[in-house]
């Protein structure tokens, strides 16, 4: 089974709460691997985010501020 994201973002500027969405896959600031976006707080400008792909014992779900999301 595969998924497919709408959106994929890569290092370069931070993001806004306004450019990303539940779900997409996107990449944090000085790091190279994917992460998928879980949940949004757009009020207090936070993320939850999980390693993208799971591994087979799951990835764990992290905060993190949205200014720490990259955008290309």
């Known amino acids: 089974m595969s998924l497919k994201f709408e959106k994929h973002y890569y290092l370069g500027k931070s993001m806004t709460s306004e450019d990303i969405s539940q779900g997409d896959c996107v990449q944090l600031l000085n790091e190279e ?10 009020e207090h400008q936070k993320c939850w985010v999980r390693q993208w792909p799971l591994s087979d014992s799951g990835s764990p779900v992290f905060e993190i501020a949205i200014k720490q999301i990259c955008a290309t």
């Open 33 to 42: 691997k994917l992460f998928q976006v879980i949940g949004i707080d757009c």
